[in-house]
């Protein structure tokens, strides 16, 4: 089950990455919204991070019942555990948010999305966060569920490449919040 929930990761990943550029284009002004290809992308994407929370969920309750088990939980040195499951409940909490601030509505033919204010503009600059502090937290874990080599190059470089993005999400966000605002 570690392993299926580690492809699904990659999986997810790469989706996401596609989501975050194009969610980036279009929050800057750069492309239009919407689409059929762009709203099946986003929903494949969605499925499998209820999948794949599911999947952590199981395996998290797995532990805990383990460990209490066995008497013995050792709460310092799992720290780390704590902080990818803490994070991950954050993701869920603050994508939630993300899909009731962008799910629009289509009135009168036109598609509207809902206001974007500043509680709107720091929900999303905190789900960058807490995405940037779960792959942090989970890039070696998941090197090792794939088997891979350790190798501190590649990692490095895949954590700059996800830092940028979600660096440019955010920025996207504070463009956005701008416009919103002026107009």
Not at 55 to 82: D, E
Not at 91 to 106: D, N, Y
Not at 130 to 154: K, T
Request: with cysteine; charged share 10%.
């Amino acid at each position: 089950m570690r392993k299926v929930n580690a492809m699904m990761t990659v999986l997810i990943m790469v989706l996401f990455m596609v989501h975050m550029i194009r969610g980036i284009l279009v929050l800057a002004g750069m492309v239009p919204g919407g689409g059929t290809f762009y709203t099946a992308l986003t929903h494949t994407l969605l499925t499998l991070i209820a999948v794949h929370a599911a999947i952590s969920v199981f395996l998290t309750a797995k532990t805990l019942f383990l460990s209490r088990r066995a008497g013995a939980s050792y709460a310092k040195p799992n720290r780390l555990f704590w902080i990818r499951r803490i994070s991950g409940l954050a993701l869920m909490l603050f994508l939630i948010c993300h899909i009731q601030i962008f799910r629009g509505t289509t009135a009168s033919g036109a598609y509207r999305l809902n206001l974007f204010g500043a509680t709107q503009l720091a929900t999303q600059l905190l789900l960058a966060a807490s995405l940037l502090v779960h792959l942090i937290g989970n890039i070696s874990p998941l090197r090792i569920a794939l088997g891979l080599e350790d190798r501190h190059a590649l990692r490095t470089d895949l954590l700059l490449v996800l830092s940028v993005l979600l660096f440019l999400a955010g920025a996207a966000f504070v463009v956005y919040f701008i416009r919103w605002s002026v107009y």
